[in-house]
């Protein structure tokens, strides 16, 4: 008998604030962009406080202080202190950020003086690992029984979440620390979206530049920031008394293998993902209420997803509500689908589903029945999550609202 679980803990750091119940705020970038077309970026305002050991991953590689902090608060908020030996962690995120300043400065001198410094004890690598979050968590909440770091661009964190569902279903944990952090907003990451002509580079619409599923789109803008859940049994929440922000019911992942940069666009990929989640929960697609878009704002990604949902949603496609997180908090990359799985737990609470700022016009090939102007109350019990990333990788997942 598969075990129902849910969600008892979230936490999250973003553009919009520093936790989840100020998770709206702005756009500005970090760095000097006179060199760069891409003059916006999605930033975390709010410094992250309280692990001064670890002060230097501001410079280094700030988004493991996010991960932190995102994990300190869903940690606290689902009433637990420790991970412990039936415990899974599992993390999304992309890209080691590489600082090439350094690079630069070593590479004046010859290789083997280079090697001989990195190979001392005690030296800091040029990039700091991907693991790093996931150790840095267990030596301050325990050492979970398994502990991994998902890397499978924007789909990493959906993914990360889907199969930390699964192990505490089929009885493989008892608790699971999920999700994703991340942050693009560096050099190499700004530039290689650049060259991809994968962002958007005007200042005009500001804030509003993000333009999901909208005729004038033109790109995404990178973002940053960490969210994590905590996931355990119905049967244990009850037992603790514990809050619950809803169940996740079922979760799938597919693989285009298209093209390195582009989805497929017959959006094959992307419907057996939505397809097989809703098998995965024992639904059939007539029983989703909302669908929580990837909705990049670029323009091929949202045709070919729009097309998908309405294959998938069938007649329904007019009247299921769509919302589009990305036009409010920017493209955190692999804490993606956390931070939108975030707003999804919120519109179950809030009951009111969250609007695309800045769909003035919807795209031909884009038609589905946006969430515009202001909030759209709801009282449905189930949203399909989607995120696509880079290499065709897609993840879906279905949550349920708890009564």
């Known amino acids: 008998m598969k075990r129902r679980v849910v969600i008892t803990g979230l936490g999250c750091v973003s553009p919009l604030g520093p936790d989840v119940a100020s998770l709206w705020r702005c756009l500005v970038s970090r760095f000097d962009t006179s060199t760069f077309e891409v003059k916006l970026a999605a930033e975390v305002k709010e410094p992250v406080v309280g692990f001064s050991e670890h002060a230097s991953f501001f410079t280094e590689d700030v988004k493991v202080l996010f991960a932190l902090e995102a994990c300190r608060q869903a940690l606290v908020d689902s009433g637990l202190c420790r991970l412990g030996s039936s415990a899974l962690l599992h993390l999304g995120t992309s890209l080691e950020t590489l600082d090439l300043g350094k690079v630069v400065y070593e590479g004046r001198t010859d290789f083997a003086s280079v090697a001989d410094r990195l190979c001392r004890p005690g030296a800091r690598p040029l990039q700091v690992p991907l693991d790093t979050a996931a150790e840095l968590i267990q030596e301050r909440w325990g050492t979970a029984n398994v502990a991994l770091t998902n890397v499978s661009a924007c789909a990493a964190s959906t993914q990360a979440i889907g199969h930390a569902f699964r192990r505490v279903r089929d009885g493989s944990c008892e608790l699971a620390v999920c999700g994703g952090f991340d942050s693009m907003i560096n050099p190499l990451g700004v530039g290689g979206f650049q060259l991809l002509g994968a962002l958007a580079t005007g200042l005009a619409q500001g804030p509003l530049s993000c333009r999901p599923f909208d005729s004038s789109r033109s790109g995404t803008v990178l973002g940053e920031g960490a969210a994590i859940l905590v996931l355990e049994t119905l049967e244990s929440a009850r037992k603790r008394r514990a809050r619950v922000y809803g169940e996740i019911l079922g979760h799938a992942s597919s693989l285009d293998a298209y093209k390195v940069s582009a989805p497929d666009p017959s959006g094959a990929g992307a ?52 919302i589009a997180t990305k036009a409010l908090v920017g493209h955190l990359i692999g804490a993606a689908g956390a931070i939108e799985v975030a707003a999804a737990l919120q519109a179950f609470a809030q009951s009111a589903l969250h609007p695309n700022p800045s769909l003035s016009r919807v795209a031909s090939g884009c038609e589905l029945d946006h969430v515009t102007g202001a909030p759209r109350p709801f009282d449905g019990d189930v949203i399909l999550k989607n995120s696509f990333g880079f290499g065709g990788q897609n993840a879906s997942l279905v949550l349920k609202r708890t009564r």
């Open 271 to 322: 419907r057996l993902a939505m397809l097989a989640a809703l098998d995965d929960a024992g639904l059939p697609a007539a029983k989703v209420d909302a669908v929580s878009a990837h909705g990049t704002g670029t323009y091929l990604n949202d045709e070919v997803e729009a097309a998908a949902l309405r294959q998938v949603l069938g007649p329904r496609w007019q009247t299921t509500p769509v």
